[in-house]
């Protein structure tokens, strides 16, 4: 049996999700757009998950707009922002640990005359408000911070980060895809402008997500077409994801809190046996600001890889790091802005906890790790045994 501890990468849809998306793929097959019944009765579910997932982060209706997913939100965000803001001046700030969709957007938003401060983080990951404060300039436009790093898992100040911007008036936009259904996220508390979300991070289908856009923001749409999601958002929408996301959140709403409780016993029995069993490994990422599915480890003198494919060969499915960038050679750009040594970077492993883990799969992980790691260093000319 395959033992998968790799939910950040990817969650399977939550069987009751499944269910409540089959009607939308034939029965009730109508486009929102259309004025008839079937139109009508497509309208009115919209509408309804709309708010579901409104209410799940405490936001208001009109403020979800759905897109195909996180990279698109991402998108929509902070182009979207940057282009119709450009009068208001052309400087955003984003973190070095952003998602690499952040950092690509960052890029591209050069050719347009915007220029990006990357604003460092500590050895945990976390970013500082000192640091954002001394970036600030009075061309700054848009702060973008995810809300918890999808690889190693450290949380950032959120509130703090929101109410700064509030205070300076500069948008505040977060990716909370790593947060979502392990943090209960608050945008009016926490002071958050522009906000991205995907359905598949709370076990709904992907390819679909929403930006969250606080009322009062104005951003340009990317997609040019039927004017739908109040023209921020062309296309026919996706009805089944959409509904299946709702699904997605009303389950969330309900199971999280036991949830989590269950992933910290997880995530403290692999970090403390993991340490405790395995010589000169480490715990990557914040120690207690951390997200409660997350152990990402180092280990000295082996590379995650060699790691990950003998874990492979056992049946457990484990991660290195990031799988947008997984296929490239660079060790992840995350583990470098820690200040780790690209060996130290490539010796990494990271695991994550989910809705469908089991004891049995920690067992697994916390017997056959230790063996892995001995076999791997004897063969390793980079590792010295003191
Ligand atoms: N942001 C974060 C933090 C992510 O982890 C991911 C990948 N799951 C994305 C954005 C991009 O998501 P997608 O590939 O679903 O668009």
């Known amino acids: 049996m395959n033992k998968y501890l790799d939910y950040q990468s990817s969650k399977p849809v939550d069987p009751r999700v499944v269910k409540a998306i089959i009607p939308y793929l ?40 759905f897109t195909s997913g996180a990279t698109e939100s991402n998108n929509l965000g902070i182009i979207g922002f940057a282009l119709r803001n450009k009068e208001k001046g052309n400087h955003i700030i984003i973190s070095e640990i952003e998602h690499i969709s ?27 408000l000192k640091k954002i404060k001394e970036r600030i300039t009075d061309k700054t436009i848009l702060i973008s911070i995810g809300y918890a790093n999808n690889e190693i898992g450290t949380i950032q100040p959120i509130s703090e980060i929101g109410k700064l911007c509030r205070e300076k008036n500069i948008t505040f936009h977060t990716d909370a895809v790593a947060a979502e259904g392990l ?9 958050i402008d522009l906000m991205t979300l995907s359905s598949n991070d709370i076990y709904g289908p992907k390819g679909i997500g929403i930006l969250y856009v606080r009322k009062g923001i104005r951003i340009n749409s990317l997609m040019i077409g039927g004017g739908q999601e109040r023209g921020l958002r062309s296309g026919t929408e996706n009805m089944p994801g959409i509904v299946g996301m709702a699904k997605a959140v009303d389950i969330m709403e309900k199971k999280m809190k036991d949830e989590v409780k269950r992933f910290i016993d997880y995530r403290d029995q692999l970090v403390k046996n993991i340490l405790e069993k395995i010589p000169k490994s480490y715990l990557n990422g ?27 060969d056992k049946g457990i499915s ?20 820690l200040g780790l040594l690209h060996e130290e970077a490539h010796g990494s492993l990271q695991l994550t906890c989910g809705r469908f883990t089991g004891q049995e799969d920690i067992d697994a992980v916390v017997n056959a790790l230790p063996g892995m790691v001995k076999r791997l260093r004897k063969l390793s000319p980079l590792y010295v045994e003191e």
């Not at 952040?102 to 990006?116: D, E, R, S």
């Not at 207690?288 to 990950?308: K, M, Q, T, W």
Request: proline residues 5%; glycine residues 8%.
């Open 318 to 337: 484990v991660s290195t790091g990031s799988a947008c960038s997984s296929k490239t050679l660079e060790p992840s750009h995350t583990l470098i802005a």
């Open 26 to 65: 034939h029965d009730k097959f109508g486009n929102p757009s259309s004025l008839h019944k079937t139109g009508d009765d497509a309208t009115e579910i919209l509408e309804e998950s709309r708010q579901t997932i409104a209410g799940f982060i405490n936001a208001d209706k009109d403020e979800i707009i």
């Open 102 to 128: 952040i950092h690509n957007i960052a890029k591209y938003l050069g050719k347009f005359g915007f220029t990006v401060s990357k604003v460092p983080v500590d050895q945990y990951g976390r970013v500082s």
């Open 183 to 191: 943090i209960p996220i608050d945008v009016k508390k926490d002071n």
């Open 286 to 312: 914040h120690p207690v600001d951390r997200l409660p599915n997350n152990a990402h480890f180092r280990f000295d003198g082996i590379e995650g890889e060699s790691l990950l494919l003998l874990m492979k």
